[in-house]
């Protein structure tokens, strides 16, 4: 079940039945899981600094509304959840557990408003969009930590932790520049790993994981937690292994679409509370190592089959909290590093030099928030340095070294203010960010927001919002010039204006929420081609305008043995682009996009989930023999069948059940039937 939510909305996870993970037992248990996402700020918390409450109700109309004044916690300022404006998709811990999905790439194909193009399965590649943007404006985040690329959106969704780490999944819809500026110009997708208990609780566990499948599929995994009683220290570790072999071959028989990776993820806790003051503190910290080796057969040219592509990714963060009385204080600092290595024709350097690529994320973020007369209020800074060294990006490095010849530098500076009136029904979030990118020596520009929204009874909720954003170029945009591709340093940042209403209803049995926007952009950046041209190359350049209208809609029915939803997103842009401009990215979007899904609790401990999903895109893609091809129209359905007890889950996946060929990008085919099998199981330390 995926619950399109209020910003600042807990997760309602109901006790199961039977041990079904979908049933609502007839005494309401509710856990309030505090959204990172959900704030009227946008701003994102750190996981392991948010509370947790337990009400037990009967089961009555108004019990779920008892919530609507629990605290949410932000990085910049935290709201009651009947306060809280805007909306939020949030995949649950056991949505996630219960899906028929293999990565975390995989799961956020059920959420509408987002469009989700493989290259490959399992998450070799995947470029996510929302609301018709591409993976390039989007910002990702682990536990609140900016992760993006500068290099490239290709390689957003390499993530560091296993599927079975995953807390939960948040998806802000829209632009939220008054908080993360140069990267979140559609919207921001934040991946929360599962928090450590609390103080005073015993949480010692051991956690294992084993599948394998069609195509040679095996994948195994395993995490440990560590949080001894009355102890300020808590500690998780995890790790993971995956290969499969492929689903196709190139024209000389070789394997050409195969897989192999690991993951390591470490993450810990240390909270200080005193009796005799009202100071309080927390330090959280994570430390990740991905790595992983695909063939990507024809990802990047349809001429040459045996591509082959090498990543290696660090992800490191420190996070503070520090509480005296109406004084909030939340510094972080982070440190990614990423690796890449691209193969055109796989093993053969002599033959075609391969391209490598290394770059190191540098930031610092400081935010504050304080309570005083006239309602809340938040600001703070960030720092942010990217920089590269590689074979082909950037400029000519005065010290080369190994393999890296050119590179290129360049840091962001950002102020943030915010204040909020807060309401028994009504709340007004307003404030703005201020940018400053050294990279061709940009000016500090302004992008304000405000969100407002109003509760009518207990049932209803209108909203309404303005907020604009930026994008900087990647590096790749930059100077991405060989293999017929020609880039332009001197692209300029992207800017979006956004505006949104919308309205949501929730009773026991049924929620129904919808929302229409429209974005105003310009200087979009995209790869096109001049298809008049004798000897077309694809060429960096920026649109002048791009405008897009959207309507957005979810149903959900709930009872004891049934779950059903279904959600509909319908978009429409207005270019202007000459109609023989050929595009990679921005000219193709997705006009209609349906998904429904079915939870059946069957028997006890035996599970069925259905999901379905529909899609028709916008655009063309030009083949290997030079005829130009409309997306066509296509559905996927998948399927998990899984016997579930306290202690061990068996269960049985099923992806495209019925083997429909389609592709997300021109000329790179998906897979069909795909099955796999696995168990689930976890001890007590």
């Not at 599927?163 to 919207?187: C, F, N």
């Not at 926007?517 to 081609?529: E, G, L, P, S, Y």
């Amino acid at each position: 079940m995926r619950k399109n939510i209020q910003k600042g909305q807990a997760a309602v996870r109901f006790k199961h039945f039977q041990n079904s993970p979908y049933a609502v037992f007839r005494s309401l248990k509710v856990q309030v899981n505090i959204g990172v996402l959900a704030v009227a700020s946008l701003a994102f918390a750190n996981p392991d600094s948010l509370s947790a409450q337990t009400v037990t109700t009967p089961m009555q109309p108004e019990a779920q509304y008892e919530l609507e004044e629990v605290e949410v916690t932000g990085n910049r300022v935290p709201l009651t959840l009947g306060q809280a404006a805007r909306m939020v998709t949030v995949l649950s811990r056991d949505e996630i557990q219960a899906a028929p999905v293999q990565s975390i790439n995989d799961l956020l194909k059920y959420a509408v408003g987002v469009d989700v193009r493989q290259r490959g399965p399992i998450g070799a590649q995947t470029d996510i969009g929302i609301r018709g943007g591409t993976s390039e404006q989007i910002t990702i985040l682990l536990n609140g930590i900016n992760i993006c690329d500068p290099q490239t959106g290709h390689n957003a969704f390499d993530f560091p932790c296993d599927i079975s780490d995953i807390e939960r999944i948040e998806v802000l819809e829209g632009p939220a520049g008054r908080v993360y500026g140069t990267s979140s110009l559609m919207g921001a997708i934040n991946i929360v790993t599962t928090s450590s208990p609390k103080l005073g609780e015993v949480r010692k566990g051991l956690n294992f994981r084993m599948e394998g499948g069609s195509f040679g599929y095996l994948s195994a995994g395993g995490r440990v937690s560590l949080k001894p009683q009355q102890s300020p220290l808590t500690s998780q570790l995890s790790a993971s292994y995956t290969r499969s072999d492929g689903y196709s071959r190139s024209k000389a028989g070789s394997l050409n679409s195969d897989y192999s990776g690991g993951k390591v993820f470490y993450q810990g806790r240390y909270t200080l509370t005193s009796n005799h003051s009202p100071l309080t503190s927390m330090i959280s910290w994570h430390a990740g190592l991905s790595t992983k080796g695909f063939g990507s057969n024809t990802f990047y040219s349809a001429k040459f089959d045996e591509q082959f592509e090498k990543t290696v990714k660090l992800n490191t963060a420190l996070q503070g909290e520090v509480t005296a009385g109406n004084w909030h204080f939340r510094p972080a600092i982070y440190w990614n590093r990423n690796h890449d290595r691209f193969e055109l024709i796989r093993g053969s350097e002599e033959k075609v030099p391969f391209n490598y690529h290394r770059t190191d994320v540098f930031g610092v973020n400081l935010n504050s928030y304080f309570d005083w007369l006239l309602g809340r209020t938040a600001f703070g800074a960030e720092f942010r340095n990217e920089d590269i060294v590689s074979t082909n990006l950037g400029e000519e490095l005065s010290d080369p070294f190994s393999h890296y010849k050119v590179g290129l530098n360049r840091s962001n500076l950002s102020f943030h203010l915010e204040h909020n009136i807060l309401l028994k029904r009504f709340t007004l979030s307003a404030g703005f960010i201020a940018v400053k990118n050294t990279w061709n020596e940009m000016p500090f520009k302004v992008y304000p927001g405000i969100d407002v929204s109003y509760r009518i009874g207990t049932n209803w909720k209108i909203y309404a919002s303005y907020n604009s954003s930026l994008r900087m170029p990647s590096f790749t945009e930059l100077y991405y010039s060989v293999g017929g591709h020609q880039a332009d340093k001197h692209l300029r940042p992207e800017e979006l204006h956004a505006l949104e209403g919308g309205v949501k209803f929730q009773s026991n049995i049924f929620q129904l929420s919808a929302s229409v926007f429209h974005h105003h952009a310009r200087n979009m950046i995209d790869w096109v081609m001049d298809t008049r041209e004798t000897d077309p190359v694809w060429q960096s350049v920026n649109h002048t305008k791009v405008n897009t209208i959207g309507f957005e809609t979810t149903a959900n029915v709930q009872c004891s043995m049934l779950n059903v939803q279904c959600s509909y997103c319908y978009l429409h842009q207005d270019k202007d682009v000459e109609d023989y401009l050929q595009s990679q990215y921005s000219l193709e979007y997705l006009r209609h996009k349906l998904t429904a899904s079915l939870l059946l609790h069957v028997i006890k401990h035996l599970d069925l989930n259905v999901k379905y999903r529909f899609q028709d895109r916008m655009g063309s893609y030009t083949t290997i023999d030079g005829e130009v091809c409309d997306y066509h129209p296509y559905s996927v359905v998948d399927m998990r069948l899984s016997w579930n007890t306290d202690t061990y889950s068996i269960y049985l996946e099923g992806n495209n059940l019925t083997s429909k060929r389609y592709v997300d990008y021109g000329n790179v085919p998906q897979p069909g039937c795909w099955f796999v099998a696995g168990m689930k199981v976890q001890f007590s330390l």
